[in-house]
């Protein structure tokens, strides 16, 4: 029988290029929604077929990681092999203005899937998308044993999360484990997120829609990579023979500036004359500088990215000159053509 994974924040960028992946090795995918009047399964629409098709192995449930009875009860009748818990209240920014929601869904939400499992009985294996906000100000590079210093809500709630998995893994044996994910994107990222914001922008600027876009701290350092190469590492992590955590990131630290500089110069454009600085996109505790030491994950799980940050920049700008009915410049298809071996990755 093929293996059964429930994924939570199936709907999201990393949700959906795992569905992709799982369904390339042969599982049934069981994915989570949240019940609303408006629709938000784009990223998963090419792989969605009527339940009452032959063959079919995507399977969308309701609910609410705010809701432990639900999850508790999907858990026990789906029964499945592994669980991918990525659902999460995910923007650090808005983490400021909703701090007690981001706490519930982010934090409590972990405990609830967590509990659900031992009360269910059911063996299976849990991954946790824990985040790199977590390090905080503490010294790069950051790896497994470098100390927490959270500087959000998000982040606090994220660290709450990381110490109940590994709770739950001393105390009930779970097959629990986190992966500490640096900064990761794709054409698949919330247009919210900086890394989008800056290709859609440029797109639209591209196509006469924009004059303009207003960012926030442009200093702030991140460890960029490419989000279809993490959701596979996932994987690797649960199918190693014994649980434990892992830092996965590419290694090298970019400014948002720097973002901002190779997505504009990429496209033929001078940024200085359309970047504006709106202060409300400034956090009220700011991370300066992370970067992944993923020597672990080299050695145990023998993962290396491929993509790096000007190759992502390429391909994120490509993307949205796509969307935009805009021909794209081209370099970042070659670079997914000849870099990325993945089969299922498909171009959006």
């Keep these: 029988m093929a293996k059964k994974a429930l994924i939570t924040g199936i709907t999201g960028q990393d949700g959906s290029y795992l569905a992709e992946f799982l369904l390339s090795k042969g599982y049934d995918v069981h994915g989570l929604i949240r019940r609303a009047s408006t629709l938000n399964t784009e990223r998963i629409e090419h792989l969605y077929a009527d339940p009452h098709t032959k063959g079919v192995r995507l399977f969308l449930h309701y609910g609410d990681l705010i809701d432990s009875g639900q999850l508790t009860n999907l858990i026990y009748n789906i029964q499945p092999d592994e669980i991918y818990h990525l659902g999460a209240q995910s923007h650090v920014r808005v983490s400021f203005d909703m701090p007690e929601f981001t706490g519930e869904v982010t934090a409590l939400g972990t405990t609830r899937i967590l509990e659900a ?19 905080g100000n503490a010294p790069a590079p950051q790896n497994e044993e470098t100390p927490f210093y959270p500087r959000s809500p998000y982040a606090v709630a994220k660290a709450y999360a990381h110490w109940m998995v590994r709770n739950y893994r001393d105390g009930y044996k779970l097959f629990a484990v986190d992966g500490i994910l640096f900064n990761h994107e794709s054409p698949r990222r919330g247009v919210t997120f900086v890394s989008r914001k800056i290709s859609r922008a440029i797109a639209r600027i591209k196509a006469g829609l924009d004059d303009c876009l207003y960012l926030g701290n442009l200093d702030a350092k ?9 959701v596979e590492v996932m994987w690797k992590i649960l199918q190693q023979d014994s649980p434990g955590n892992f830092v996965i990131g590419v290694g090298e630290s970019h400014s948002v500036k720097e ?20 202060p409300h996109y400034f956090r009220p505790t700011e991370v300066n500088n992370l970067i992944a030491d993923a020597a672990k994950a080299g050695k145990e799980l023998s993962w290396q990215p491929k993509i ?15 969307k935009e009915g805009l021909k794209p410049i081209g370099e970042g298809d070659k670079i997914i053509k000849e870099k990325l071996s993945m089969k299922w990755w498909k171009k959006d």
């Excluded at 790096?308 to 796509?322: P, T």
């Design 117 to 135: 499992i031992r009360l269910s009985g059911i063996k299976t294996r849990f991954y946790h998308a824990s985040s790199s906000e977590m390090f």
């Design 222 to 230: 991140r460890d960029w990579g490419f989000a279809p190469e993490y």
């Design 259 to 278: 973002f901002v500089e190779a997505a504009f110069i990429y496209a033929g454009l001078d940024w200085q004359k359309y970047i504006k600085i709106d």
């Design 308 to 322: 790096k940050f000007y190759d992502l920049v390429k391909i994120m700008v490509d993307a949205d000159m796509r």
